[in-house]
């Protein structure tokens, strides 16, 4: 008898196991958004001499998507801090940077692709909430 | 890359106030190596002229490179040579008015005593046009020159507004590095930095660390550049690095302050701030005394 209640009691933890291993697969993209968060998409434009937002709130630990275009000329973007930059942005076509905040605070990012005159002044902050 | 900053108890000892003066390289080094001696000799970098600005922060905008070139001309002993490490002219959209600045800018130097004067571009010459106009007026916008001693580099991390060599210079300077021995005496003349000194700002050059790479086993290379409007040494590794000031207006200490924006004009002591350096060359040390002077004196 105690042979076959170790025996019921393994196949119960075995039939658990496998449920809770399955689970991700069954509950599919859901299921995988609470263990990890979910990227935030942030769309904006820039222009010479302008980006759209001016500052960019996001929270540590979430990553992030901008998604920008630009409107005249080609133009850079970057946010140096995280060592996220888009190669180029082309007028008429977004460009994603992907990056994840690993720590709060105020960061700059720029135009990093010489625009004209005030390209200098091409720039905004993201801040990186807790 | 391989970063370590100068000592500044080192630094201020060798600086002074006023006229500074830096020693740069690796003195005695040379000799003990039992190389041949050759001439010493000077030159002048001048950076960032913005010839076409206009602002607050320079009310004579059009009258400072004049006032510099006066000064250089009354140095003496002359010096070999002459070079503008960019931003010669201030950028504009118009090509035919980036022509009017490159031609105006060409004829107030021409007034230099020193005839050997050598141009690279900076990106408000060359960014908007991938260096077309500038190299109509002034050449190339990368090459190299022997002087007594020194192979002199002139690279261009400017014609590519992303501020990038490029793979195709980047061969181009390999393949000039690899016919020269590794204790040869080198000079980089460029207009960003090469490393990162500031990338918040765009201080920076996207694959400049490719090229310091390339210089890392060469004894003796040092770097000259512009771009950010002040005085500054970095050392990466052995390849000390060398900021000039600018005849325009000065920019704050790199990362200093949210914005890179233009340091106020002071009417109490105009053009402060503003200035250009002297090199005297000492090859056969492997010396570089630099001598900062400013664009009027008393500033």
Known sequence: MTTCAAVTWTRRRWLKAVVAAAAPAALGPAYRAAAAPREVVIKMTVKRFEFSRKTIVVKKGVPVVIEITSLDVPHGFAVPDFHARAEIVLPGKATQVRFTPDKTGEFPFLCDIFCGDKHEELEGRLIVRA | ????????????????????????????????????????????????????????????????LQKAVAAVNELSPVPDFVIFTGDLTHTTDDPQERRRRLTQFKEIVAALK????????????????????????????????????VHFIVLDNVSDPAAALGDEQ??????????????????????????????????????????????????????????????????????????????????????????????????????????FRQVGAKPAANRFDLTEFPVVKNT
């Open chain 2, 1 to 64: 890359m391989i970063r370590s900053k100068i000592d500044r108890r080192k630094f201020l000892k060798l600086a002074g106030v006023g006229g500074a003066v830096f020693a740069s390289g690796l003195p005695g080094w040379a000799e003990a190596q039992g190389m041949a001696k050759t001439d010493d000799f000077l030159w002048v970098q001048l950076s960032d002229t913005h010839w076409g600005f206009q602002g607050p922060p320079n009310p004579d905008a059009g009258g400072t």
């Open chain 2, 114 to 149: 020193v005839k050997d004067v050598k141009f690279i571009p900076g990106e408000h010459d060359a960014s908007l046009d991938r260096g077309k106009a500038y190299s109509e007026f002034f050449g190339p916008t990368h090459y190299t020159f022997d002087h007594k001693g």
């Open chain 2, 170 to 275: 980047l061969a181009w300077f390999k393949a000039d590095l690899a016919r020269l021995d590794k204790d040869a005496r080198i000079v980089v003349f460029t207009h960003r930095p090469l490393f990162d000194l500031a990338p918040q700002w765009d201080w920076a050059t996207r694959d400049g660390a490719k090229a310091i790479e390339m210089l890392m086993s060469f004894k003796n290379a040092t770097v000259f550049y512009g771009h950010i409007h002040q005085e500054h040494h970095h050392a990466t590794g052995h390849i000390q690095h060398h900021a000039a000031k600018s005849l325009i207006f000065p920019l704050p200490a790199p990362g200093s302050q949210p914005k890179r924006a233009p340091l106020a004009w002071n009417p109490a002591q105009p053009y402060s701030g503003l200035g």
